[in-house]
């Protein structure tokens, strides 16, 4: 079994703050980890993906995450906020195995205030 | 390369009438999805084709069916639609393990 926990619907920074968006997940086996972006009335799109190599991984946007197994965390950050990066983000994890198919978390809003 | 495609992208309906919403991907993936996004709740799985031939339930099949109709195309039918189905639908492909590739969506309104 495997479930993902994204803590707090809405997160509100300030264009230039730090962005951290949280994510724990359970799962019985090692998992992959992935965060999806979805823009208004858009179809959800990759940001970046843990699939066992290495812990932190670069994404596009300049976003970042790190698996932390001892957490059980895989935490979304960005140094610097624009107001382009206001969206709604998606925490999803998939079992390394067997059926692949991925839970997702409910979703974190993004707000960037000017 | 046009990725997912979804049609309709919005639908309206009526209590009791049936639709079906089609999807078709041109990455050559053999996984294909069915989810609906509602406020607050996420995306939940509603039915899922491993690959071509096979189709499993997900987290909410209840009032769905899906055809696998080839490696390209995955339907999704309401056959008697409720208000409770008004959604978003995004339909998705992958290879398994790999990144998920989505559709648009399509906005349904069940009255």
């Known amino acids: 079994a495997q479930s993902v926990t994204q803590l707090g619907s809405h997160v509100s920074v300030s264009e230039g703050a730090l962005v951290l968006l949280r994510c724990n997940y359970s799962?019985?086996?090692?998992?992959?980890l992935f965060w999806y972006v979805q823009y208004p009335n858009q179809g959800l799109q990759l940001l970046l993906k843990?699939?066992?190599?290495?812990?932190l991984v670069k994404g596009i946007n300049g976003f970042e995450a790190e698996f932390k197994k001892s957490e059980t965390s895989f935490h979304l950050t960005k140094p610097s906020a624009h107001m382009s990066d206001a969206a709604e983000y998606f925490c999803?994890?998939?079992?390394?195995?067997?059926?692949?198919?991925?839970?997702f978390g409910r979703g974190t809003s993004l707000i960037v205030h000017p | 390369n046009a990725g997912v495609t979804q049609t309709p992208k919005f639908q309206v309906l009526k209590t009791g009438q049936s639709m079906t919403l089609q999807c078709a991907q041109d990455?050559?993936?053999?996984?294909m999805y069915w989810y609906r996004q509602d406020p607050g709740m996420g995306l939940r799985l509603i039915y899922y084709?491993?690959?071509?031939?096979?189709?499993d339930k997900g987290e909410v099949p209840n009032g769905y069916n899906v055809s696998r109709l080839n490696k390209r195309e995955f339907s999704l039918r309401l056959e008697s639609a409720a208000p409770s189905q008004t959604s978003v639908y995004f339909c998705?492909?992958?290879?398994?393990?790999?990144?998920?590739?989505f559709g648009p969506g399509t906005r349904l309104t069940v009255l």
């Open positions: 799962s019985s086996v090692p998992p992959y």
């Open positions: 999803a994890v998939s079992p390394s195995g067997g059926s692949y198919i991925p839970t």
């Open positions: 843990y699939t066992s190599a290495a812990t």
């Open positions: 990455m050559n993936h053999n996984s």
């Open positions: 998705a492909s992958s290879e398994p393990g790999n990144e998920q590739f």
């Open positions: 084709s491993a690959s071509e031939g096979t189709t």
